[in-house]
Every structure is written in C-alpha cells, then in structure tokens.
C-alpha cells in the first residue's frame, strides 16, 4: 500500500473511533425529536444508530468530532437541517409491502368511485423512495382501468433525498422487489446501462405529484378532503402523544366514508370516535 492509501485509510479509521458522549447523544435525539417527532430514547440500539449515521456526516463535512457537527447543525440552513433529518430517517420500504392493503384499496375503489364521481384523491403521507405510492397506482390503474385518470395521489415524505428518488420513478434491480414481472413490464420501462435500471412509465408516474411534507405540521391544511390516506410504518416512529396527534390531523382531511391504512404493526394506539375498524390497520371515517 501507498503512503498516501494508508494515510486515507488511517484517517477514515479514526472517524469510527469519535466517541459519541451521552451529552451529544441526547442533543442529537432531542433535536431529531422536535424537526421529525421521530423519538429515539437513549438505548445502546439507538446510540450506535445515531453514530453510525452521523459519522457519514461528519466525512461529508471534515469534521471531527460530534460537537463540531452539534455547531454546524446549530447554525442551521435548509441544506443541513435536510441531511440530517435523511440521516436519522428510516426508509426502508418495498413495493406491495403488505399487500393485503392493496387488495382492500382494489376492493373499494369502485365504489369509491360511484360516491366521489368527479375525482379520487390518495395521498400516501411517507413515501420513502416511492415504491409504495407506484403500488397504489398500479393497484389504481388494475382496478380502474380507463376511469384510473380520475385519481390522483399525493406522495410526500420529510426526506427530501429519498422523495428526489420517489419523483424520479428509477429503480435498480433490488429495489424492484415485491413487483410482479408481468407488472413490471406494464408499468416500468427497463434501461440498461452498465447495470440494468427500471423507470416508471409515463402514465403512472403522471398520477402521482411529489411534494414535501412533515406529519409534525401542527394542522394539515389541503384545499380538498383525501378519500383514501395511506400513513404506514412511520407512527412506530413517533411517540404515543405524537402518534395521537398525527391520526387527529390524518383524520381531519379525509372525507367521510374515506379510508385511513396504517401499518400493520400500527393500529395498537388508534382509538378515535371518528374511525371505524375495517380490517387490519384499515379504518373508515364515519
Ligand atoms: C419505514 S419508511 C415507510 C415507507 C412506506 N410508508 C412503507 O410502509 O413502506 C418511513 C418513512 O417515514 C418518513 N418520515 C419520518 N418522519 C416523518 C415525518 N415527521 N413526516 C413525514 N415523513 C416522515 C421517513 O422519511 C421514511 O421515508
């Protein structure tokens, strides 16, 4: 090895070895808490979480230490504030993850449709990198067919790196999982360059606008009501006042008779005299 590689490798060596004090710890955590509502307790499972993503910052920015980057975040800025809060978000996702949920959406969507004649409103209230609102256009698109341009769905996440992915509709081979090849080669267009890329075809990714969006807006405040709201596997994220607060608000802009789907691990903490339990983390708003 070189001189100049092993100094490199030395110098990325010692970025692992910055300790995170529990004092930095609880800055970190408090501040994800009041910009996301994501709540991370002082666990050694969330301690190394933190460390492990933050560290990535600290190369990014020549830092050395967590108080150097405590300053920076203080000091604030959209760009910052932004890469942090991807750091510390969880975005795993999948297309059809839990799919019971779109065959319950495929379900009702006709009937929907009778009701609310003149247009379909979806919003899909944390999107990740898109592979859930493509599934519900997908769904749409099988269910509805040529009366599928009479939905439109709202994809939002407080992750602007992975809502960039979302809007740009391309995939790699891995992140394709879930989707069926027949729909796949329906709904995406496959490229290949070095590697092989999938994108989303016109007119599904026509159906759906990408917008930022933060569930800790104390008011959600939309010009029309939601007929179906999808907000699944983000509220095991939050706390239990928070979770409260956030179904009040998903409630408040969706009309009556629209549908509100967790996750399916979520349901645990619903209880509001306004929805009714339709099926597993399924509810509909009286
Ligand atoms: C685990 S992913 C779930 C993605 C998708 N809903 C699914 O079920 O596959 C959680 C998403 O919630 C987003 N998120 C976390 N806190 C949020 C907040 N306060 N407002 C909006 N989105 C948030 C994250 O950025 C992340 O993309």
């Known amino acids: 090895m070189t001189a100049v590689k092993k100094e490199a490798v030395s110098f990325i060596a010692n970025f692992e070895e910055i300790n995170l004090t529990d004092k930095m710890f ?3 955590s408090k501040h994800m ?3 996301a509502g994501v709540d991370l307790p002082n666990t050694s499972k969330n301690h ?3 460390r492990n993503r ?3 910052l600290l190369r990014r920015h020549s830092l050395k230490s967590y108080e150097e980057y ?3 975040l203080e000091k604030g800025g959209p760009q910052i504030t932004s890469e942090f809060i991807s750091a510390l978000t969880t975005n795993m996702t999948s297309f059809y993850r839990e799919s019971s949920h779109f065959d319950f959406l495929s379900s009702v969507l006709p009937t929907l449709l009778n009701k609310f004649p003149a247009e379909l409103r979806i919003w899909c209230a944390a999107a990740s990198t898109g592979q859930e609102p493509y599934t519900i256009g997908i769904t749409v698109n099988e269910a509805l067919q040529a009366n599928a341009k009479k939905v439109r769905i709202l994809a939002t996440d407080i992750d602007l790196e992975v809502l960039k992915k979302a809007s740009a509709g391309i995939y790699e081979e891995r992140e394709m999982q879930g989707l069926s090849p027949v729909l796949r080669q329906k709904y995406f267009q496959s490229q290949k360059t070095k590697e ?3 994108r989303a075809q016109d007119d599904l990714h026509s159906m759906i606008r990408f917008a930022p969006f933060n569930l800790m807006n104390p008011k959600f405040e939309f010009q029309h009501k939601f007929h179906v709201i999808f907000c699944r596997n983000v509220l095991i994220y939050f706390d239990e006042a928070t979770t409260k607060r956030v179904i009040e608000n998903l409630t408040s ?3 009556p008779g629209g549908y509100l789907i967790l996750g399916h691990s979520e349901s645990g903490n619903v209880k ?8 597993r983390a399924v509810y509909q708003k009286l």
């Open 26 to 28: 609880d800055k970190l």
């Open 70 to 72: 405590w300053a920076l």
């Open 54 to 56: 933050i560290v990535k």
């Open 196 to 198: 092989e890329y999938f």
């Open 48 to 50: 190394a979480l933190i």
């Open 272 to 279: 509001h005299p306004q929805l009714k339990p339709m099926s």
């Open 253 to 255: 802009c969706l009309a």
């Open 33 to 35: 808490y009041e910009l």
